[in-house]
């Protein structure tokens, strides 16, 4: 299977919207997410209302996300079922919010993570 997502900053050029969408095909069809992590956990950013974990559709995007403010964190690969099965449940106990594929101004949608889990089953 090809990678339609290009290395380039042009994944980053798209919408929100539509990197949004991508996103939740990819998982539907079974494809992992990316974060970053460190010894003490996931990245989480506090934006006062929302605690934000940030996904991508590639290792390639989250580490050139992270590589300019958050040198210390390294990728973390969560595959498809664990996002849906483990991962969105908890963080939606934990209150947790899902930033999907935020472009290098951390512009993204934000979803709860039971929105999110919405969007994955419609």
Request: with cysteine; proline share 6%.
């Amino acid at each position: 299977m090809s990678n339609p997502i290009p290395l380039d900053d042009t994944f980053y050029r798209l919408p929100s919207s539509e990197r949004y969408e991508h996103v939740i095909k990819l998982v539907k069809k079974g494809s992992s997410v990316w974060t970053l992590a460190d010894t003490e956990g996931c990245l989480i950013i506090d934006l006062g209302s929302d605690k934000v974990l940030p996904i991508w559709p590639t290792e390639a995007l989250a580490v050139a996300w992270g590589e300019k403010d958050y040198t210390g964190f390294n990728s973390l690969e969560i595959n498809a079922v664990d996002w849906a099965e483990k991962w969105l449940p908890g963080m939606q106990g934990d209150g947790f919010s899902v930033g999907i594929a935020p472009n290098f101004a951390g512009e993204c949608i934000v979803a709860s993570a039971e929105e999110h889990a919405a969007d994955l089953i419609r």
